[in-house]
């Protein structure tokens, strides 16, 4: 996949539709600054919206990884090597996302370990600030497993082990309140309705 190739094909594409940076940026959520990058191969388009980036600029999703317009005699061919390449990179934001979780937990734990251990060896010259670090320390806990869910439930899909289903779950609270060890959580699968502790993966198929 060539960046470069790909950002003078968004460029050319955009001058057609008579959008400039600023416009499209606007229509898609993101920067002009964002468009810009993308233009000059520094960056990719985020894989969410990239269909809408499409539909903006009146190409196909093949078109784009291409980097030009395609003709039906290798149509086929590039077709699939892009499906390839999203996938590959759909599974490299979700790594990357699943990742930070841990990270975020990491810290987290540290963190309050931190101020717990500091609250017990003050207790005794100044209990009040004792109580106020072991409370932010429970606090910190709250606030990094919310966010660390949070991730959890946006990255990546989870897997049924009766039909193979992949999915993501249509509630952060489905995911927040299941058991669970790791990112398995044990959930109902919304296709065969079989209730089961259901792994991470990474990608939809």
């Known amino acids: 996949m060539d960046q470069i190739m790909i950002g003078k094909f ?4 955009r001058k057609e539709q008579g959008l400039t940076q ?3 940026a ?3 959520g993101v920067s002009d600054r964002a468009v810009s990058k993308w233009e000059n191969g520094r960056n990719m388009p985020d894989v969410s919206i990239i269909p809408e980036l499409c539909a903006l600029l009146k190409i196909d999703l093949n078109e784009l990884f291409a980097g030009e317009r395609l003709s039906m005699d290798n149509y086929k061919e590039i077709a699939q090597k892009n499906l390839l390449e999203m996938r590959r990179q759909e599974e490299m934001a979700n790594k990357r996302l699943l990742n930070a979780e841990k990270i975020l937990g990491f810290v987290s734990v540290a963190t309050s370990l931190a101020m717990v251990v ?5 207790a005794e010259s100044s209990p009040v600030v004792s109580i106020v670090l072991c409370s932010l320390a429970g606090l910190t806990v709250l606030v990094f497993a919310f966010y660390g869910i949070k991730i959890e439930h946006e990255a990546g899909y989870y897997e049924c082990p009766e039909c193979g289903e ?3 779950p249509d509630s952060y609270w489905k995911v927040c309140f299941a058991p669970h060890f790791g990112s398995t959580r044990k959930m109902t699968c919304p296709k065969c309705g079989k209730r089961a502790y259901q792994k991470k993966v990474l990608t939809k198929e």
């Open 118 to 122: 500091s609250g017990l060896l003050v």
């Open 166 to 168: 992949r999915y993501i």
């Open 26 to 28: 606007e229509k898609l």
């Open 10 to 13: 968004i460029a050319a594409c």
């Open 22 to 24: 600023a416009a499209l």
